[in-house]
């Protein structure tokens, strides 16, 4: 890494550290049905509306059971709903390119992938899908899917914070309980989820994207419902452009880290990614609420140092992974260099010729990547969306070399912990929590428990369901299509690139990423089908247990802290949760990234070609 | 029972143990410890490859055999551990035999077998009888030795009414003659229970445990995904992972190194607890002990010494202190008991009146009776008393002596300082008043220093009235006290502190301390205490010191340490084993991953074999550590999670780095592979 | 078990067509009205219009180039070449042996065309497909060396034509953010230009 590299990573870094604290503050007041926020005299009443339309009531809370129903049969609902629009975007509006509708694998496969918040693109994007379905199917979900993850990490929060009205003292000593009482004033809802849906998408989702998309724009992403551009090249080709509302869609693709994206080469596509400033935005945007809900979750359970020592795991693992893929990148690939490929001259220059001195540089792997954003924007930026579920690239992940590729792989495998889908990262690090916590708090000589709430089997039992499930979901389907006809036949790389397409694809669903090594010819049925699955799994087999855990926490009693009590911030805490993420939930696909990636770096290092 | 601790390497011990590793392959056992399950299917799998395979038989017999040992040893742990309990339960049981009961039927006696009695049965036992079972004295006294319980030899004393009522079965009685009511269930005495509780065979899993088996199970099932779909990647990759492989490699994966030892880690918890003569009736009580951040404890015997010290001479008018001195000095020469003691001491601190030998015929001593509740000396005449001021002023007044009216105020005065008021007279006349009064133990308030540290908060309980109990409190460094406590403020209290969340214990001996022992998250009866008592805590002090509760606790906060350290040791273990196995697996179809055995071991063989070999042999090796328990020192939560991190997480990491590495060498060196 | 998921619909359906309505009608179409009122062109496309009203591409979009007299953009792999309604990568991996064919196909043509050694480093750009099929940016590397084909096919100086590659330079945004990379078909526009303004003076 250059300096300049150095000087981009800090930058983004720094700006991410500082808004992590006023965005969680913001959640603090989006999160809760009596909070209050400067946009109140707009969207209050419409709010309120939208509430009196639901006819539900939002000061009621739900117990875990009653919100995990709300919330299946939102995500039902609306799986059904993009279902339909797919499959009928011929008879809509909004279609100048008169595209036929999907077939019903592809339907399937893409209503699944953006209810999840996954948004694999198994479709083409541009030569796929209608202005009508991209704006109304797909939009649609960039919002709903993002409101319902926040909302849902928003529960298990309030089930692990000790929400009594007041806490019990001294003079409640003469208070006689009965035997086996919990103490009533313990709350056992979880929120209610059609508040949380509803205030997270008007009060949080909406107005940042209104922002992000207008400056998106001026730096030269298009929005408009135009039919194709024809131009006549300066050689008198012709070249159709594609045109249409991308920048209100990319916002909420972004910020909601969905990632699918408006065109097939996503935001490598130089209008969905304009210029290196619309990059760095964009990365802000796919970590920042994530990032908040860090400190939102130091706020709610009063303990801000646990916030940020959760904030500091996934960051110290992000970095690291930055720091390899980035590494590996400007390395380049040995085979191409002896063809006699030099490195991209990074620093301006002008006039300056020594060929002979570039000869000596390290030559970094260019293949996927655009000029603009150079090997560590790419870097970054693949670390960045695969770390936070987003999945929308800006280089083409297939062709990275094959450490830089297993960076993305793996974070994508550790269950998008590392800031993560928003919401769906806060919750999936917060299973490790359990686990760190139940593991380690045996260690100092007592029941575990998670800031006074006793971790037993119950918890325990249902988080590692989670860790199961993943593993299942990943590795089986993986294993599945890797001795399949139709599995080996999608593949665009052979040998253990190969592999790497199809354990890619199946982390990237599972995880509700939706990056690919898009080499990867994933739309036949087999492959939707089986990709849909995944992603169902990989969302609401995980959201059902977790909602269990924030049921099961939130009817515990706290215990008060002390000396004795697990202290749950700090650097130790920080240091132990990167450990158990790495030995409990990634050390499992070591064995197949080793037939995958690790393998064919060696090979790679031999100059041998598939 | 708890003469001897048995030591780790008794061979008393480890020669049945192995006889046991082997029984207990049964499948239907062995199915409830998920892990070792595993691995059995395992090494029977590879047991059958030996014979399937063409190829590498000598390779894949030694696997089995290391695969087939890795169970063994897991056994042979739990073995081990119930072994040194049924060592003491064997020698209980011969307190329980061949006893015939002198059972009281409308008042005729009869002989019954002992283990014949019903609950109910009155039986008589009269010096040199073995008390046939657990019961209450309602009628007489009699001294008890309880050795064969307690391995105290010294006899107690056990008599009808209040709360030195309860005696046990297989105790003895050695002198007088007392009447029992039996009230055990036949064959659920309390030394039935000792029995089955340090055998072990009526343990169930506690609740951390519990929770950590699913931990662990779930762990294993992953690896268990792990390994099955690396065949379909093989052959993607033009792999053959051979059965043997996988199977070495899953047992490896999972945590057989916690899953082995998790079960003797339990009983040697209950059987550490035992060897401190404390009987738990059940091992989720000790694994609570560990959670307890509230401790009730009784102001006597555990933070002020037992008996109070005498500290002051109050004479009554024309008497001088002297005098008093000198009188109570005589009169407590041969009262042996620690007030009397501290009477002379005091005598001899404050005037140095030494002690004079006494013998008869000049001196008669009278001793302390419960009904006359006083004592004294008559000597040359000098008839000296001290005792009760109740007792002494109908005494006195018997005798047609006058109880003054400042005597009596200066016994007001001292009780309501919480002191024990002694008067002592001589013939009718009232010389004054010796003031006894609480002395706190020596260490006491370090130790409730380091409690505090650990996060646990002390409260004394006393009977005594506000302004003494804050004085002693305030001494002890108790963190907050109950003063005036009766019994249902006690439980009253207990009740509070749960519900603030906190998980309290208390020691108890008497039938109105029960409801409080029954409510506290550990209740430690004294064994001296009332039956009911006994039934209503969850464990029983056999030494009855309720200082004992204090170690309990930290017993309990090593047991689920232990557990912790080990399974995060079991797990940072894997890295290693994949250093080692990973390579090997697929060294011969991409030699290119060479550089990735980073540990240089020999052969892909031989690197299998030393993971599977290390992963054998560190059961055995931290059998002593299971039993032991993990070094405990009492500090802050944060400070103990550091040390154990580092030693068990670090030292899991980097140990079979360098166990492999070795093992690998030897394995090369003997080429066994 | 099901019942209370039925009793969720109402609200489940209702919210679906107030959402929907929001985020798919008024949001949208907000951002679009807001963005043709203030950045007409780039929320168009960023087109450039030719002389006679034409539409000769976009400023952000790469064109295919073959001409000797212009400088040609990335390989690509959108489409059957720089198809801006198709974008796309190759795909190919690092042990791809499709990938280094066509490396190897590249590398030798690049040196033929621009005059090379046969042993000349080639810059990667130059050879290796973007990521989107349309990266409209070449290194400046690669500009420079393409530069005195440029200058010979069309009779311009060697200084000019680097004068122009500077011009046509985007810097890294705030000075440090992305890469530098030199605008082809911007670039190829003010060649054109250049020439146009030769031709006329002669002609005057």
Known sequence: MQASDWLQFALFLGLLTLITKPMGLYLMQVLDSNGRTWLDPVVRPVEKLTYKILGVDPQREQGWKQYTFSMLAFSLTGALFTYAILRLQHLLPWNPQDLPGLSHHLAFNTAVSFTTNTNWQSYGGEATLSYFSQVVGLTFHNFVSAAVGIGIAAALVRGISDRKTSFPTRSTVDRVFQPGETSSKTRSTVGNFWTDLVRVTYYLLLPVCVALAIFLVSQGMIQNFDAYTHAKTLEGAEQIITQGPMASQVAIKMLGTNGGGFVNANAAHPFENPTPLSNLIQMLSIFAIGSGLTYYLGRMVKNQGHGWAVWAAMMIMFVGGVLVCAHYEAAGNPIHQQLGITNVDRVFQPGHEDQTSSQTHPTGNMEGKEVRFGLFNSSLFATVTTAASCGAVNSMHDSFTPIGGLVPLFMMELGEVVIGGVGAGLYGMLVFVILAVFIAGLMVGRTPEYLGKKIQAKEVKLAMLTLLVLTLSILGFTAWASVSAWGVAGLNNAGPHGFSEMLYAYSSATANNGSAFAGLTANTPWYNTTLGIAMLIGRFLMIVPIMAIAGSLAAKQAVPAGPGTFPVNGATFTILLIGTVLLIGALNFLPALALGPIVEHFLMGQGQLF | ?673 | MMNPLFTELRPAILATLVLGGITCGAYPLLITQVANATFHDQAHGSLITGKDGQIIGSALLSQNFTAENYFHPRPSAAGSGHDAASSSGSNLGPTSQKLHDALKERIAAYRTLNGLTTDAAVPADAVTASGSGLDPHISVKNAELQAARVAKARNLSIEKVKELIIANTTKPDLGILGDAGVNVLELNLALDNVERVFQLVPSK
């Open chain 2, 1 to 673: 029972m708890p003469h001897k601790p048995a030591s780790l390497l008794d061979a008393s011990i480890l020669v049945p143990a192995i006889g046991g590793s082997f029984r207990k392959l049964d499948p239907r056992l062995m199915v409830k410890n998920p892990v070792m399950f595993v691995t059995l299917v395992g090494a029977v799998l590879t047991t059958v490859s030996i014979f399937t395979s063409q190829a590498d038989r000598g390779f894949i017999t030694q696997l089995s055999v290391w695969l087939w040992f890795t169970v063994l040893f897991a056994n042979f742990a739990e073995a081990v551990a119930e072994g040194r309990g049924k060592a003491q339960a064997d020698s209980l049981r011969k307190a329980r035999k061949d006893t015939l009961a002198r059972r009281l039927k409308n008042g005729q006696e009869s002989h019954v077998p002992a283990p014949l009695l019903e609950k109910g049965d009155l039986v008589v036992c009269e010096a040199g009888d073995v008390i046939p079972a657990d019961g209450e004295v309602i009628e007489g006294i009699a001294s008890v030795d309880e050795a064969a319980i307690t391995g105290e030899s010294a006899p107690v004393i056990r008599e009808s009414g209040g709360d030195r009522s309860a005696v046990t079965g297989g105790t003895k009685v050695i002198s007088d003659r007392i009447v029992i009511r039996i009230t055990s269930e036949k064959g659920n005495t309390f030394l039935d229970r000792m029995i089955a509780m340090v055998e072990g065979a009526k343990r169930q899993k506690t609740p951390n445990e519990i929770a950590l088996t699913i931990l662990l199970s779930a762990m294993t099932l992953i690896f268990l995904l792990v390994c099955i779909t690396l065949k379909p990647f093989g052959i993607y990759s033009g792999v053959a992972f051979s059965i043997p492989v996988l199977v070495a490699l899953l047992v490896c994966l999972i945590p057989t190194t916690i899953g082995g030892l998790l079960s003797a880690i339990g009983i040697s918890g209950i059987d550490r607890l035992i060897r401190r003569n404390v009987m738990a009736t059940s091992g989720r009580a000790v694994e609570a002990a560990g959670d307890i951040d509230v401790l009730l404890l009784d102001k006597t015997g555990t933070i002020t010494i037992g008996n109070r010290m005498a500290s002051d001479f109050r004479p009554a008018n024309g008497i001088t202190e002297q005098q008093l001195a000198d009188a109570g000095q005589l009169a407590s020469l041969a009262d042996e008991t620690p007030e009397g003691r501290s009477i002379v001491v005091l005598a001899k601190d404050k005037f140095n009146i030494r002690g004079r030998e006494l013998a008869a015929p000049h001196a008669t001593f009278v001793p302390f009776t419960a009904q006359t509740r006083m004592s004294g000396v008559d000597l040359e005449g000098r008839s000296i008393r001290k005792g009760a001021a109740d007792s002494m002023k109908s005494y006195i007044e018997g005798k047609g002596g006058v109880y003054p009216a400042e005597v009596a105020k200066a016994v007001e005065a001292a009780s309501r300082a919480g002191r024990t008021p002694l008067v002592v007279a001589e013939g009718s006349q009232v010389l004054g008043v010796v003031e006894l009064k609480d002395v706190v133990k020596g260490g006491i308030k370090e130790r409730f220093a380091q409690l505090r540290k650990m996060g646990i908060k002390t409260v004394m309980i006393t009977g005594d009235n506000p302004m003494t109990a804050a004085a002693i409190a305030a001494e002890a460094g108790v963190d907050d006290f109950m003063a005036q406590a009766t019994p249902e403020d006690k439980l009253k209290r207990i009740r509070a502190e749960q519900a603030e969340g906190h998980l309290v214990a208390m020691t108890g001996d008497g039938t109105n301390d029960a409801p409080a022992l029954a409510q506290a998250d550990v209740g430690v009866a004294m064994n001296t205490g009332t039956q009911a008592a006994r039934e209503a805590g969850n464990m029983v002090d056999l030494d009855s010191n309720p200082t004992k509760l204090i170690e309990i606790v930290e017993i309990g906060k090593q047991l689920l340490m232990t557990r912790g350290s080990l399974t995060t040791f079991s797990i940072a273990n894997d890295i290693a084993k994949y250093f080692a196995i990973i390579p090997a697996m697929l060294m011969a179809t991409f030699p290119a991953i060479a550089p990735l055995n980073v540990m240089g071991l020999a052969s892909p063989q031989s690197a299998i074999l030393s993971a599977v070999i290390f992963n054998a042999l560190i059961i055995i090796a931290l059998i002593p550590l299971a039993l032991k328990g993990v070094a405990y020192k009492p500090m802050g939560a944060a400070a103990v999670l550091q040390r154990n991190l580092l030693v068990y997480g670090a030292g899991g990491i980097i140990i079979p780095f360098i166990g492999i590495k070795a093992i690998d060498v030897i394995v090369t060196t003997l080429h066994l592979a």
